[in-house]
């Protein structure tokens, strides 16, 4: 069975410090691997995605994420955190058939200090 | 398109009642999913459907009973409601994978209280 683990319930980090949100993942196939974020009050969208190719996937706001086989991790990053980018950050995993429903992490509330 | 759209917004109910929560997507998914989103434990699948008239379990079933009549619409319903069920469900749809990925498109929410 597929899991997920994202260490650190909170991060907090100053305005233009590095991001840095773990993922690690348990699969028993190619995953396909997912981070979506989650702004107060709202649903959760797509940031970026891994499905198959390059292992350093771009996403939207200036993320990025890299997938490391060796490891069995997607860490999430961004060079420069904005205040606008505080919220919660919810990595998922789906294997390769695809026909699973996404298992999510826990979740990860990223604050960002002026 | 108005993606996934869900009624009510908030609900308060009290032990014992029953309610129905509607999901409804316009982008012509096969997929549709229900969650529950509670402090620290992250989304939790309730039930979830990969097309018209079928539905499966998901994590935590107990309480609820779902129907996908119409591909568009999946219903999640609370027969007698609980004080452990005040939660934030969400749903989500997706297109078939069919070996590729399943990336899900979600709804704003619906916060649901329980007295």
């Known amino acids: 069975a597929q899991s997920v683990t994202q260490l650190g319930s909170h991060v907090s980090v100053s305005e233009g410090a590095l991001v840095l949100l773990r993922c690690n993942y348990s699969?028993?196939?190619?995953?396909?691997l997912f981070w979506y974020v989650q702004y107060p009050n709202q649903g959760l969208q797509l940031l970026l995605k891994?499905?198959?190719?390059?292992?350093l996937v771009k996403g939207i706001n200036g993320f990025e994420a890299e997938f490391k086989k060796s490891e069995t991790s997607f860490h999430l990053t961004k060079p420069s955190a904005h205040m606008s980018d505080a919220a919660e950050y919810f990595c998922a995993v789906s294997p390769y058939s695809g026909n699973t429903p996404l298992v999510f992490g826990k979740g990860t509330r990223l604050s960002v200090i002026a | 398109n108005a993606g996934v759209t869900q009624t009510p917004k908030f609900r308060v109910l009290k032990t014992g009642q029953s309610m129905t929560l509607l999901c409804a997507q316009d982008?012509?998914?096969?997929?549709m999913y229900w969650y529950r989103q509670d402090p620290g434990m992250g989304l939790r699948l309730i039930h979830y459907s990969v097309g018209e008239g079928t539905t499966a379990k998901g994590e935590v079933p107990d309480g609820y009973n779902v129907s996908r009549l119409k591909k568009q619409n999946f219903l999640l319903g609370l027969e007698s409601a609980a004080p452990s069920q005040t939660s934030v469900y969400f749903c989500a749809s997706s297109y078939p994978s069919g070996g590729h990925y399943n990336e899900q498109f979600f709804g704003p929410g619906t916060r649901l209280t329980v007295l």
């Open positions: 699969s028993s196939v190619p995953p396909y």
């Open positions: 891994y499905t198959t190719g390059a292992t």
């Open positions: 982008m012509n998914h096969e997929y």
